[in-house]
C-alpha cells in the first residue's frame, strides 16, 4: 500500500490564483481529512469526510472547498489564494467514521506559498 | 471546547539522559489522547494512543506516556534519548461523536533537540 499520498510537494501562488491539492488513499478508509500546520499553532483541521459525498466543516474552513465523489480521493480547493494561507498542507485518513479512538494515517504534506 | 496544551515549545536534553515533554487537555467526556512525531520535511506518524483500559501506554521507539485523569495530563517520556530522536512531537486529543470520527485538536507541538 501506498498509504496516504499528497501532490505537490510545493507550490508557489500569486494572490488571486486558484488551485487543487490532491490527497489519495489506497487503504479503504471511510475518514478523511485536511489539516493546516502554521509555527507555534500546530495542526487544525480545515475540512473533513466520512464517506464518498459526505463533507464537513472543520476549524478553520473559510477559502477552502473540498469534495469526496470517490472513497480514495479527498481534494481540496483554493479559489483564490490568500497570503494567509501560506502554510504546510496534510491529508489525513482512518478506517472508522464514528470512532475516535481510530489511527490517523497522514500523508507527507504539500508546502503552499502564497506571494 | 477541547483543548490542548504543551510545555515548552522547545526542550533540549543529551544523548542517554530522560526526555520528558509534557501535554495537558481540557475535554468535558473521557478523551482518547495521541502522541505523534513529526521528522523533518516529514508527515506525521503516530507514537503512541491512549483510549480505554491501562493508563500507562508504550508506543514504538521505546516512548509511553501515563494517562492521568486527575491531573488531565499525558505527558511523553523515553529514558534515554538518542540523536534519531530530534524531531516535532505533537500531543492531540479527540472526542467521538456519532458520525464525525476521529477530530483531532492538536497542541502547539514541542520541538526536541539531542545534543551529543
Known amino acids: 500500500n501506498a498509504g496516504v499520498t499528497q501532490t505537490p510537494k510545493f507550490q508557489v501562488l500569486k494572490t488571486g490564483q486558484s488551485m487543487t491539492l490532491q490527497c489519495a488513499q489506497d487503504?479503504?478508509?471511510?475518514?478523511m481529512s485536511w489539516y493546516r500546520q502554521d509555527p507555534g499553532m500546530g495542526l487544525r483541521l480545515i475540512h473533513y469526510?466520512?464517506?464518498?459525498?459526505?463533507?464537513d466543516q472543520g476549524e478553520v474552513p473559510n477559502g477552502y472547498n473540498v469534495s469526496r465523489s470517490t472513497t480514495e480521493d479527498f481534494p481540496l480547493r483554493l479559489l483564490s489564494a490568500a497570503p494567509s494561507q501560506t502554510s504546510v498542507y496534510f491529508c489525513?485518513?482512518?478506517?472508522?467514521?464514528?470512532?475516535?479512538?481510530?489511527?490517523?494515517?497522514f500523508g507527507p504534506g504539500t508546502r503552499l506559498l502564497v506571494l | 471546547a477541547q483543548s490542548v496544551t504543551q510545555l515548552g515549545s522547545h526542550v533540549s536534553v543529551s544523548e542517554g539522559a530522560l526526555v520528558l515533554l509534557r501535554c495537558n487537555y481540557s475535554?468535558?467526556?473521557?478523551?482518547?489522547l495521541f502522541w505523534y512525531v513529526q521528522y523533518p520535511n516529514q508527515g506525521l506518524q503516530l507514537l503512541l494512543k491512549?483510549?480505554?483500559?491501562?493508563?500507562l501506554v508504550k508506543g514504538i521507539n521505546g516512548f509511553e506516556a501515563e494517562f492521568k485523569k486527575s491531573e488531565t495530563s499525558f505527558h511523553l517520556t523515553k529514558p534515554s534519548a538518542h540523536m534519531s530522536d530530534a524531531a516535532e512531537y505533537f500531543c492531540?486529543?479527540?472526542?467521538?461523536?456519532?458520525?464525525?470520527?476521529?477530530?483531532?485538536?492538536f497542541g502547539q507541538g514541542t520541538e526536541l533537540s539531542v545534543k551529543p
Open positions: 489525513a485518513s482512518s478506517y472508522s467514521k464514528t470512532s475516535g479512538s481510530e489511527t490517523q494515517y
Open positions: 487503504m479503504n478508509h471511510e475518514y
Open positions: 469526510s466520512v464517506g464518498a459525498g459526505i463533507t
Open positions: 475535554s468535558s467526556v473521557p478523551p482518547y
Open positions: 491512549y483510549t480505554t483500559g491501562a493508563t
Open positions: 492531540a486529543v479527540s472526542e467521538e461523536f456519532h458520525n464525525q470520527g476521529g477530530k483531532l485538536i
